[in-house]
């Protein structure tokens, strides 16, 4: 079975239910929102560059002293990730300026490479499943939008996607990583206990390891490129497809 720093096997005895944040493990930024000030700036990135451009802005902010403030997190971000693309560090600055000063709608609705195989997988195994992200209103509708997971409404035939029990959403809920509390919400709507069986996946460090611990769950990193700055005490994997085959081979 593949590893990443801290391997892959599960501790629990017995899984009972599945967290899993949005952004770095289900979509990411949407491509078309980002080429266009990119190759203005002479790279021209695969969407494998773009997705590891991700990581490695996520592994910059988990190393900062502080957490990302509010009003920076999203240039801070973005001038990591355009150095990881490859714009030359004196551009690098004034190109995530560029960016975060002209938002555009689905920021984040691009599905991630492998995403839904993975994510089909994981919902062969049964078990509950819910999303818990700190997002800004919109990651329920984009989830949906690009096919990747849904919450039943009951009006028409279900769309393209997996079912889940609950797509919680920071800004909606009014609390956000790594305070437990929105696990709570999330495990309340799942029915299921807040304990080490249940996991939770996420690509940070600073809101999704640390999250997951303080609420007493078993977190487990998504980092298909080794980069977390602190790998020792928690799991990791490299893709959701990895984590259902671990699951599929531990003791039920």
Same mark, same amino acid.
């Given at each position: 079975?593949?590893?990443? /720093?801290?391997? !892959?096997?599960?501790?629990?005895?017995?899984?009972?239910?599945?967290?899993?944040?949005?952004?770095?493990?289900?979509?990411?930024?949407?491509?078309?929102?980002?080429?266009?000030?990119?190759?203005?700036?002479?790279?021209?990135?695969?969407?494998?560059?773009?997705?590891?451009?991700? @990581?490695?802005?996520? %592994?910059?902010?988990?190393?900062?002293?502080?957490?990302?403030?509010?009003?920076?997190?999203?240039?801070?971000?973005?001038?990591? @990730?355009?150095?990881?693309?490859?714009?030359?560090?004196?551009?690098?600055?004034?190109?995530?300026?560029?960016?975060?000063?002209?938002?555009?709608? @689905?920021?984040?609705?691009?599905?991630?490479?492998?995403?839904?195989?993975?994510?089909?997988?994981? /919902?062969?195994?049964?078990?509950?499943?819910?999303?818990?992200?700190?997002?800004?209103?919109?990651?329920?509708?984009?989830?949906?939008?690009?096919?990747?997971? @849904?919450?039943?409404?009951?009006?028409?035939?279900?769309?393209?996607?997996?079912?889940?029990?609950?797509?919680?959403?920071?800004?909606?809920?009014?609390?956000?990583?790594?305070?437990?509390?929105?696990?709570?919400?999330?495990?309340?709507?799942?029915?299921?206990?807040?304990?080490?069986?249940?996991?939770?996946?996420?690509?940070?460090?600073?809101?999704?390891?640390?999250?997951?611990?303080? %609420?007493?769950?078993?977190?487990?990193?998504?980092?298909?490129?080794?980069?977390?700055? /602190?790998?020792?005490?928690?799991?990791?994997?490299?893709?959701? !497809?990895?984590? /259902?085959?671990?699951?599929?081979?531990?003791?039920?």
């Amino acid at each position: 079975m593949a590893s990443a /720093a801290g391997g !892959t096997s599960i501790d629990a005895p017995k899984v009972s239910a599945i967290l899993l944040d949005a952004g770095g493990v289900l979509v990411f930024p949407e491509p078309a929102n980002l080429l266009p000030p990119l190759r203005a700036a002479g790279v021209d990135p695969a969407l494998a560059i773009l997705e590891r451009a991700h @990581y490695q802005a996520m %592994a910059a902010q988990d190393q900062q002293a502080t957490p990302p403030g509010p009003d920076t997190w999203w240039r801070d971000y973005l001038t990591t @990730y355009v150095a990881a693309c490859g714009v030359a560090g004196p551009r690098c600055e004034q190109v995530a300026l560029e960016i975060a000063g002209h938002p555009r709608r @689905y920021g984040w609705a691009h599905a991630g490479r492998g995403v839904k195989d993975g994510l089909a997988a994981l /919902a062969g195994l049964g078990l509950p499943m819910g999303v818990v992200s700190n997002s800004n209103g919109t990651v329920e509708g984009d989830l949906r939008r690009v096919g990747v997971c @849904y919450v039943p409404d009951g009006d028409g035939p279900a769309p393209e996607g997996i079912e889940m029990g609950v797509i919680l959403d920071s800004a909606v809920v009014g609390v956000a990583k790594p305070d437990p509390g929105i696990f709570r919400i999330a495990l309340d709507a799942l029915n299921v206990p807040a304990d080490g069986s249940v996991l939770h996946v996420g690509d940070s460090l600073r809101y999704d390891v640390a999250g997951a611990l303080a %609420a007493g769950l078993q977190p487990v990193h998504m980092d298909p490129y080794g980069l977390c700055p /602190a790998p020792g005490g928690h799991r990791h994997i490299t893709s959701l !497809t990895e984590l /259902a085959q671990a699951l599929l081979t531990s003791p039920r």
